[in-house]
């Protein structure tokens, strides 16, 4: 019998069988006529009260957003709002202070490797300029240079400067195009 008893009385929550189980239990049978007036009025009573709490709670976030528009609040300063304080809470986490840590360690990593690589060019490059090889090139494009300049300067000591050949041959083709006398290739050549 202690068995049967303690069985009635357990103290666990219903499964899902046993909640299907009293759903579909038809207990209108087991009421008395009375019982069943006190409930239905109780019924009526409580569906009454749910509609009257969503009529105030439907009051109160209307006079919630009047007093919110009254103060400048609105839903983008809320949301900026709202983002701003997650933002905060999760940079004072522990994963979010030791993942920063690490980050900017590899960053003054990568920044001293970059400014290695950096010096190594740069010595290489000075290097390079140092060297046989480049003084010879050095050499050969002095020279063509100012062969260059002498043949386009003509009897010019000075072997004429880039603008003062530019200057020549923009006033030499104004003036074939203004249909002045056509000038002979000797001419041309030494403007």
Known sequence: ?????????ETEPLQGRDEDAVASADYSSML??????????ELVQLEDEITTLRQVLSAKERHLVEIK???GM?????????FSKSWHDMQTTTAYKKTHETLSHAGQKATAAFSNVGTAISKKFGDMRNSPTF??????????VTSLKTK????????????????STAHASAQNLSGGSRR???????C
């Not at 008395?32 to 009025?41: D, I, P, V």
């Not at 003084?135 to 063509?144: A, I, L, N, P």
């Not at 072997?159 to 200057?167: C, D, H, M, P, T």
């Open 152 to 167: 386009v300067g003509g009897m010019n000591p000075n072997g004429g400067s880039f603008e003062e050949v530019l200057s």
């Open 69 to 71: 528009q009254k103060l």
């Open 1 to 9: 019998m202690e068995a049967q008893a303690q069985g009635l009385l």
């Open 32 to 41: 008395s006529e009375e019982e069943k007036e006190e409930l239905k009025a």
């Open 184 to 190: 002979t290739k000797e001419e041309e050549l030494q």
């Open 74 to 82: 609105n839903l983008m300063n809320e949301l900026k709002q709202n």
């Open 135 to 144: 003084k010879s090139f050095e050499e050969r494009v002095e020279t063509t």
